[in-house]
C-alpha cells in the first residue's frame, strides 16, 4: 500500500501562483509515474498532468500548459505541481495518485485507471 497526502492548496487570486506537494509512504518501491488529477465545482476529475519516474517523460492538458510544472523528487518520496498565472477555472479540488504499472517509469501516464493509489485532496480555490 501506498499512502498519498496531498498539500498546498488555499485561496489565491487570479494571476496568482501555488505549489502542490504530494508525499508518499508506505510501499514505495513500486511507485513509479505520478499524476495531477482535478474535480472542478459541478464536474468530473479530468487530467491535469503526469510525469514518468525517470522524469523524462510529461504530459499536461491543454488549458494548463505553460502555467503550471510537474516535478519530482525521487530521493524524497514527494512530488509537485506548481502553478503560476492560476484563473478562476483552476478552482478544484486536486489530486494526486501514483501508477505502479512498471511502463510508467519512462513514459507518464494520462488514464485514471493507470493509477493505483490516490491522495484525499487538497482545494484550490482562485478568485477573479
Known amino acids: 500500500q501506498v499512502q498519498l497526502v496531498e498539500s498546498g492548496g488555499g485561496l489565491v487570486q487570479a494571476g496568482g501562483s501555488l505549489r502542490l506537494s504530494c508525499a508518499a509512504s508506505?510501499?514505495?518501491?513500486?511507485?513509479?509515474?505520478m499524476g495531477w488529477f482535478r474535480q472542478g465545482p459541478g464536474k468530473e476529475r479530468e487530467f491535469v498532468a503526469a510525469?514518468?519516474?525517470?522524469?523524462?517523460?510529461?504530459y499536461y492538458t491543454d488549458s494548463v500548459k505553460g502555467r503550471f510544472t510537474i516535478s519530482r523528487d525521487n530521493a524524497k518520496n514527494t512530488y509537485y505541481l506548481q502553478m503560476n498565472n492560476l484563473k478562476p477555472d483552476d478552482t478544484a479540488v486536486y489530486y494526486c495518485?501514483?501508477?505502479?504499472?512498471?511502463?510508467?517509469?519512462?513514459?507518464?501516464?494520462?488514464?485514471?485507471?493507470?493509477?493505483?493509489?490516490w491522495g484525499q485532496g487538497t482545494q484550490v480555490s482562485v478568485s477573479s
Open positions: 495518485a501514483v501508477s505502479t504499472l512498471s511502463q510508467t517509469i519512462l513514459v507518464a501516464a494520462r488514464a485514471e485507471n493507470e493509477y493505483a493509489y
Open positions: 508506505g510501499h514505495t518501491a513500486n511507485a513509479y509515474g
Open positions: 510525469i514518468s519516474w525517470s522524469g523524462v517523460s510529461a
